[in-house]
């Protein structure tokens, strides 16, 4: 455990620049995203969560995706970040047992989001999550990783909630919650105006994280010059890899056409790539 914390701690100072994060969806993608220069992976629970037959929302549970996890973490020697999405359960005690579990799987770092809400309520109660959030670093702090980085994720922005006008102080008052009960980070998918970007990071006590999920928002650099300091894709990468599969599957069912996989990468390359993995 004491390599993981290593890894918990190398991760957490990469958020003293701009870091990059790419998501990956199991080991081969991981292996992949590393081979092309990544300090860090982030996983992406809704790409896991297709890979292994399941639509993305908590749909998979606690021990599958602290396994995929595993498998992630396993295979590459850069640290690994874990989307645990909203924790597998609505209390403390179950966002503990599952950052013990992923701690124990590999992971650097946790993402944990404040949705779904109780029954009628679009989001946790900042009170509430607050107790999750401190729960999280609790148990890593128990599992031996207590540099464990929490990125508390915020979906006021993604979910829409409440007055446009108000978003934005909802979520510094959040940040301030989340920030004092141990969060490391602040994720809030959806916000990528620039200029809300600039008065949140300038307002939050901790880094925050913007998600590029699409082509033709915002660059790195502007999102940098606002004060982001990490940037994460979510499915973008999951979803171009499948979306090349299903060109070249349509074209080789029409006509027998493979010259969509002109260029690719050579099965006997990616067979040793994980072959190295394996045998870390």
Request: aromatic residues 4%; proline residues 5%.
């Amino acid at each position: 455990m004491a390599a993981n914390n290593d890894k918990a701690g190398l991760f957490r100072s990469y958020h003293d620049g701009v870091l990059l994060l790419a998501n990956a969806w199991d080991a081969c993608s991981a292996v992949v995203i590393e081979r092309a220069g990544a300090s860090a992976i982030a996983t992406s629970s809704a790409a896991v969560s297709w890979a292994l037959g399941r639509p993305d929302g908590q749909r998979l549970g606690r021990d599958a995706m602290a396994a995929a996890v595993g498998r992630i973490a396993g295979a590459v020697d850069v640290p690994v970040t874990a989307d645990i999405e909203g924790g597998y359960g609505p209390d403390p005690e179950d966002v503990a047992a599952t950052v013990e579990a992923v701690v124990a799987a590999g992971a650097a770092g946790i993402n944990l989001e404040d949705s779904p809400g109780p029954a009628g309520e679009p989001l946790v109660a900042p009170s509430a999550q607050a107790e999750r959030i401190a729960a999280a670093c609790e148990a890593a702090a128990r599992a031996g990783a207590p540099d464990l980085v929490v990125n508390a994720r915020t979906d006021v922005f993604f979910h829409q909630v409440g007055d446009p006008a108000g978003r934005l102080d909802e979520v510094i008052a959040r940040a301030e919650v989340y920030a004092e009960a141990g969060a490391a980070c602040l994720f809030v998918p959806g916000l990528l105006d620039l200029g809300l970007l600039e008065t949140l990071t300038a307002a939050v006590p901790v880094p925050v994280n913007a998600g590029l999920f699409f082509a033709g928002g915002p660059t790195v650099a502007q999102l940098a010059k606002a004060g982001v300091r990490r940037i994460s894709v979510g499915t973008a990468l999951a979803g171009a890899a499948y979306t090349a599969v299903q060109r070249a599957a349509e074209a080789f069912l029409a006509d027998g056409d493979l010259d969509a996989t002109a260029g690719s990468l050579s099965p006997l390359d990616l067979d040793a790539a994980m072959n190295r993995a394996a045998n870390r």
